[in-house]
């Protein structure tokens, strides 16, 4: 029953984004009787409920969460996680969890005065209260198009988003647009979850490789290609990325280990095999691990990109459906000319490239990428949690 539900929901968000009628349909219906149900809920001033990503423990919100609840000041508040799979997943500290898109989470969205997420906690739907304060810190640089930028839907309204961060004028200008969010809701923070990546020690890298049993004699590569939309009304969303596993061991096993992390809404990964060179970090619960202990990325439209950049380290673009990506999702930059190493479109480009290329040169072309897209952050956490509470 369970995985029928999770199926349901799946096509249902597929059905959602897709057909603009549907969506129409219930989100009014939805949205009504949300605000009605509302009249019926009393505000708890104390509670905080937090989702981040495909409704997992992970991204910003985890992040404000972890440096609250410690916090002497904060002793008196109600957390709670919403979560897909809230029976196996272990949150530290006095939150208590409630699984998402249930009745039982959308009552505590009512109840809550203070919603903090990386997506959208009311899922599209109208019903935030008055005196609820909503802070997003979104997930990700806007490479790709994103709500009323993209196709389809043209009436995404977060207007009503009290805090909304970014990490740069791009940025800001872009989620503006797409969301329709306030100007004045915009705060220039970067993102919490990025945080730790502005003050990375050789001692810090050194202790997760020997945690994650990685060699220290050899470089690290992540390859974290982006998803792709699902080709089977929202059964699955699958990844076939063209890479033969002999090829990439036989050229590396020597001196690289490839770290191989799906993005969060892939559920599907077909044509890779691992082994000892290549290796699954999928899942992974501290994708900054990842980012830490990695020398190199090897990405393609992956917003990923700008949050490795914080490190000033080489990234490749491995872009092999590049035409065909850029046609049907779109893209707000060249990617030709505006990542590092250009496009690769080829499994034996990438390695060449990464066997040959100047590390210092592509060291200083990741600065110059930081510099445009990702120059503010560092102490997002601090100042989310100041805009909210008024306090730090």
């Not at 349901?8 to 219930?26: G, I, V």
């Not at 972890?66 to 002497?72: H, T």
């Not at 619960?285 to 202990?293: C, G, H, M, T, Y």
Request: with cysteine; glycine share 4%; hydrophobic share 35%.
């Amino acid at each position: 029953m369970e995985k029928q539900m999770h199926g349901f929901r799946a096509r249902l968000d597929y059905w959602l984004k897709h057909n603009y009628a549907f969506y129409k349909l219930f989100n009014v219906t939805a949205s009504a009787c949300m605000r009605v149900w509302g009249w019926f809920v009393q505000m708890d001033d104390k509670m905080i409920i937090f989702s981040a990503h495909s409704r997992k423990y992970n991204d910003s919100p985890r992040t404000i969460y972890e440096y609250m609840y410690g916090k002497p000041q904060f002793k008196d508040y109600k957390y709670v996680w919403a979560l897909e799979d809230p029976d196996n997943v272990d949150v530290p500290g006095p939150a208590i969890k409630v699984k998402a898109d249930t009745p039982a989470y959308f009552k505590l969205t009512l109840k809550a005065k203070y919603w903090i997420t990386c997506v959208n906690i009311e899922r599209s739907l109208h019903y935030k209260k008055k005196k609820c304060i909503y802070l997003n810190t979104w997930h990700g640089t806007a490479f790709n198009t994103i709500g009323n930028e993209a196709g389809g839907r043209k009436d995404y309204d977060f207007s009503n988003i009290d805090f909304f961060c970014y990490e740069s004028e791009f940025q800001k200008k872009h989620c503006m647009a797409a969301f329709n969010t306030r100007e004045d809701a915009m705060i220039p923070t970067g993102y919490p979850r990025n945080d730790t990546l502005y003050y990375v020690t050789s001692e810090e890298v050194k202790s997760l490789k020997e945690k994650m049993g990685l060699p220290l004699d050899k470089k690290i590569i992540l390859y974290a290609p982006t998803w792709r939309d699902s080709t089977d009304n929202g059964k699955t969303c699958a990844i076939k990325p063209p890479i033969d596993v002999k090829y990439w061991e036989q050229r590396l096993k020597d001196d690289y280990i490839v770290l191989f992390r799906t993005h969060a809404y892939t559920n599907k990964l077909l044509g890779v095999q691992f082994n000892d060179v290549i290796r699954n970090y999928s899942t992974y619960p501290v994708v900054n691990d990842l980012f830490k202990v990695a020398d190199i990325l090897i990405s393609d439209y992956s917003s990923c990109v700008t949050d490795y950049c914080i490190l000033e380290r080489p990234i490749i673009c491995f872009a092999y459906d590049y035409e065909e990506y850029k046609a049907t999702r779109g893209l707000n930059i060249d990617f030709e000319t505006e990542m590092p190493s250009g496009i690769k479109k080829t499994e034996q480009e990438v390695i060449d490239y990464l066997l040959t290329m100047d590390y210092n040169d592509e060291c200083k072309k990741t600065k110059a990428l930081k510099d445009k897209y990702t120059y503010i952050g560092g102490h997002a956490t601090e100042i989310c949690v100041e805009k909210m509470f008024g306090t730090k």
